[in-house]
């Protein structure tokens, strides 16, 4: 077993500490990662303090692993050792079903074990435990290739932030001589932006702050909308190929439905602590517009996501704290103050 340092939440009320914990020798298949910068999700915060109602204590969290490949097993093919690599949401599936069979892991049928907070199959009785550490172990088939070409600082991010924003506009197929609608500036939302710009689409950013107009045409927003202004609204009726909702707040959807053209998609990516008003079922009806959902991405198209943004310099925009400012990053992200991702330095463990 390989003595690990971490930070945890011990339970729901109190703030993340160091923890000492034990992870797996590595297997055959197996990769082991020395972790230089984790990300920090909102996901990691509403787990750390039990919102979702499905925490296991203690529970290490961080799911945007950016690290160097310090030892890999016998029949590791796809990794050697100082790879520059990643772990995202995932490190293992059932591999059996429909999902799993069409490289969709996220979706599995049976037995998606997370990073952190999921049965660990291979320590019966334990639970995953995440990027907050300075080491972890992944089966070789959950582990994602690096460019040495990125700002590793940047890069993080991308397995969760990247990925859930690059997936659904990858799937409905986005691209030149499409108008694109991102809800929000956030972690999420600013992804939305970069990507949705990179594939050619005219993109336009919604938001309830006139001070995020001018970061949002840098980050590529084409045209940004103030969502309370009725009158820039309307000024959209009909007119968006594909929206995607990066919100986790409950809100009227319908206010961005009206602004899908006939067989438009509006995509929501962020998980509210409670449900969205319902929406008006004419307002679907009458234009055979969408509402769907979507979640990460599975490895392959992970992996197709970094290599897209290793082309064309895509990083996301972050502030880089020690492991020992955590909390007071978790308070700030609830206030929206950071622009637009916290990323630990792990080098700070050792301190």
Same mark, same amino acid.
């Given at each position: 077993m390989i003595k690990t340092l971490g930070y945890a939440a011990p339970s729901a009320t109190n703030p993340l500490a160091p923890f000492s914990f034990e992870r797996r020798d590595p297997g055959p298949k197996d990769v082991q990662i020395e972790i230089l910068y984790c990300g920090v999700c909102h996901s990691d915060i509403h787990t750390a303090r039990n919102e979702w109602k499905s925490t296991v204590y203690p529970v290490v969290p961080g799911h945007e692993i950016v690290g160097r490949a310090t030892k890999v097993g016998s029949e590791v093919k796809k990794f050697k050792e100082g790879d520059l690599v990643g772990v995202g949401c995932l490190v293992d599936s059932c591999r059996k079903c429909p999902s799993c069979q069409a490289s969709e892991e996220q979706y599995c049928d049976n037995e &998606? $074990?997370?990073?952190? *907070?999921?049965?660990?199959?291979?320590?019966p009785g334990k639970q995953t435990?995440?990027?907050?550490? *300075?080491?972890?172990?992944?089966?070789?088939?959950?582990?994602?290739?690096?460019?040495? &070409?990125?700002?590793?600082? #940047?890069? #993080? =991010?991308?397995?969760?932030? #990247? $990925? /859930? /924003?690059?997936?659904?506009?990858?799937?409905? &197929?986005? #691209?030149?001589?499409q108008k694109v609608g991102i809800v929000g500036l956030g972690g999420l939302g600013h992804m939305g932006v970069k990507l949705a710009h990179a594939m050619g689409a005219h993109v336009v950013l919604f938001t309830t702050s006139p001070s995020k107009v001018a970061d949002a045409k840098r980050l590529g927003a084409d045209e940004v909308v103030i969502s309370k202004n009725e009158g820039e609204m309307k000024a959209h009726l009909n007119s968006f190929n594909f929206i995607l909702n990066t919100l986790s707040v409950p809100h009227n959807l319908d206010a961005y439905i009206s602004l899908l053209k006939r067989d438009g998609t509006m995509v929501l990516v962020g998980v509210p602590e409670h449900p969205h008003p319902s929406p008006n079922i004419g307002n679907l009806i009458f234009g055979r517009r969408s509402i769907a959902g979507s979640l990460i991405g599975g490895i392959k198209e992970t992996q197709e996501m970094l290599d897209f943004c290793a082309e064309r310099n895509i990083v996301s925009d972050v502030?880089? $704290? =020690?492991?020992?400012?955590?909390?007071?990053?978790?308070?700030?992200?609830?206030?929206?103050?950071? &622009?637009?991702?916290?990323?630990?330095?792990?080098a700070s463990l050792k301190a």
């Open positions: &998606k $074990i997370f990073t952190y *907070n999921s049965p660990d199959k291979h320590l435990y995440g990027g907050y550490s *300075n080491h972890i172990v992944v089966d070789q088939d959950f582990v994602l290739k690096v460019s040495e &070409k990125l700002d590793l600082k #940047g890069v #993080g =991010p991308l397995l969760c932030a #990247g $990925i /859930t /924003t690059f997936s659904p506009l990858h799937h409905w &197929k986005v #691209g030149k001589g502030e880089v $704290i =020690p492991i020992q400012k955590i909390n007071e990053a978790y308070e700030r992200i609830l206030k929206s103050d950071v &622009k637009y991702r916290f990323v630990i330095d792990m």
